[in-house]
């Protein structure tokens, strides 16, 4: 259970630091999403609606969907 708690923070935080340097609408739109999806997750997670791990997996998905769909100048401008 630790394992994954770790994994979600981490995953959160690179999520945060990658749309927070982000001026665009886009970067704004994508910060404040998961800004708001993170503490709705915490919320559920307490209540034991879901699973630390399921949560972790399907953010992961998100991750890598976003990745994908991004368009590259706001994909590699602030590396």
Do not use: C, N
Request: aromatic share 16%.
């Amino acid at each position: 259970a630790m394992q994954s708690h770790v994994d979600i923070e981490e995953f959160f935080m690179k999520v945060d630091s990658s749309g927070a340097h982000d001026q665009t609408v886009h970067g704004k739109f994508i910060t404040y999403t998961f800004v708001y999806i993170r503490s709705y997750a915490f919320f559920l997670i307490g209540l034991g609606v879901y699973d630390l791990h399921e949560m972790v997996e399907k953010a992961k998905k998100i991750d890598q969907q976003m990745q994908s769909s991004q368009p590259t100048f706001i994909h590699h401008r602030f590396r």
